[in-house]
Structure formats: C-alpha cells, structure tokens
C-alpha cells in the first residue's frame, strides 16, 4: 500500500476505487475480446457488447478521476503556481483542492436527481434501468469531492504540500 495512505477512510477509498477500477476493466476486456473473436470468425456478436463497454468505461471514470487527482494524473495546470514562492503556491493548491471537492459536493443532488430519472428509462440492448448507468455520474461526483476532501485535510494538518503523490506503485 501506498505510504502516503496515513489514514483507514483513505486507504478503504482507495482499495475500493482500485478494485472496482479493476473489475471494471477485466470485464472491459472480456466484452471486447468476446466481439473481436466472434466478428474476426465470422460468427453473431452479441449487440450488447458495445453498450456495456460504453458503460463500464464511464464507472472507469468515474471509480478513477479520484485516484488521477490523488497521484497527479488528472489535468494539472501548475506552471503559474509553481513560479510562486512555496508560501503562495501552498495557498493556491489549497484553494483549488478546495474547489475541486466544492464542485463535487455542488455535483451530487443533481447527479442523484439524474440517477433517478433513469429509472423510468431503459437501456437500448441490456434493457438495464439507466439509473445504473446515470449513477456513475453520481459516483464521480462522489470520489471527486472525498478525493478532495481528503487532500484538503491533508494540506491543513500538515500530512501533504497538496502537491499529486507521484507514485510508481500503484498497487
């Protein structure tokens, strides 16, 4: 685990998104493998095999735009805050630490209101309720703001400079 990870909520959250992330792609590729194989031979593909790997790469998104803030591979425009005394550049990672979990928090009843109304709709091929697709909007604002969240309590107990843990390691 990673040593970064002080805290259990933070090393739950992460196992979590790790996992999930990972089932998603294993079934990503099984979905995809399975339409390669059957058009290569000439045989029916499944229909619903681009639709559920249009869903699950929206949960791969949506389980790992936390985890891309945390390690620094979302976008980070830093060339301003880097030519700052630390000071200054302390107090602008923070302010965009926390407006990041601001727009995730401002994200969740509307994304949950989105959820909702797919209940009324189905799925073209699976004929899944869309609220299970529409949550993975929910779920991203979610991580968004816990991910945040977290990196603004590390930056005001001293645990982090709030600057992307560029870890190697990811598992």
């Excluded at 639709?51 to 301003?80: C, H, K, P, Q, W």
């Excluded at 805050?81 to 601001?102: F, G």
Aim: glycine share 6%; charged share 15%; hydrophobic share 55%.
């Amino acid at each position: 685990m990673d040593p970064h990870l002080s805290t259990l909520p933070e090393r739950v959250l992460v196992a979590l998104c790790r996992t999930a992330i990972g089932l998603a792609f294993l079934v990503l590729i099984a979905v995809v493998l399975m339409q390669v194989t059957t058009r290569t031979l000439g045989l029916y593909s499944p229909v619903w095999t681009e639709e559920m790997a249009r869903y699950l790469l929206l949960y791969m998104t949506a389980f790992g735009i936390g985890l891309s803030l945390m390690t620094g591979d979302l976008v980070n425009v830093d060339l301003v805050q880097e030519m700052m005394p630390e000071s200054v550049s302390w107090w602008m990672r923070l302010v965009s630490a926390i407006a990041t979990a601001l727009l995730g928090a401002v994200m969740i009843y509307p994304a949950w209101r989105f959820t909702q109304i797919g209940t009324f709709q189905m799925s073209p091929t699976l004929r899944w309720p869309m609220s299970f697709v529409h949550a993975s909007v929910f779920v991203l604002a979610l991580t968004l703001l816990l991910f945040g969240l977290l990196r603004v309590v590390a930056m005001i107990t001293g645990k982090s400079d709030g600057r992307p843990e560029l870890s190697e390691d990811l598992g």
